[in-house]
């Protein structure tokens, strides 16, 4: 009798299987350096990671087209969560604020019902790590994403119990 054949799963397919955490892409940008020849591309992706319940992670990857440059991030993120104290009415416990580079944030409680009032990066690391009421400002006048998400999981790594 003829031994059954072995199923082979392809690397990527093993690690594709489902994740604690969701993932999304903050931002991805296209980079040059000019060489002899011409411009070689490559790209920058920032993601950020969480479970929905405190956890949450921002990662940045480089590569030279989008897919690897996303997971190279996703894995940088995975290595870079952290957990976010949340009180029992799924905001913040007070207020706080931080600086990344250029860009400035605050982020403060808000009451039951009132949902996330925060935009950009700080709306999607909100969600992820779980947060159901929170007002924010963005007050750098920076555009880049990823100072601004910076800046946002520095003011919530400086929350307190």
Do not use: W
Request: net charge positive.
């Amino acid at each position: 009798m003829a031994a059954r054949p072995r199923e082979r799963r392809a690397h990527s397919e093993l690690s594709r299987e489902k994740s604690e955490f969701d993932q999304r892409v903050l931002d991805i940008r296209r980079t040059a350096r000019v060489v002899q020849g011409g411009r070689r591309f490559s790209f920058r992706a920032v993601v950020a990671v969480g479970n929905r319940t405190g956890k949450v992670g921002v990662g940045v990857g480089k590569g030279l087209d989008v897919t690897a440059a996303i997971e190279k991030a996703v894995h940088q993120a995975k290595k870079n969560v952290f957990t976010v104290r949340l009180d029992n009415r799924k905001t913040i416990p007070h207020e706080v604020s931080a600086k990344f580079s250029s860009a400035r944030v605050i982020l403060k409680p808000a009451g039951e019902g009132k949902g996330l009032v925060a935009g950009g990066p700080i709306r999607i690391i909100a969600d992820l790590a779980g947060i159901k009421n929170l007002t924010s400002k963005i007050l750098g006048r920076t555009p880049n994403k990823l100072n601004n998400a910076q800046a946002a999981m520095e003011a919530l790594k400086r929350l307190k119990t």
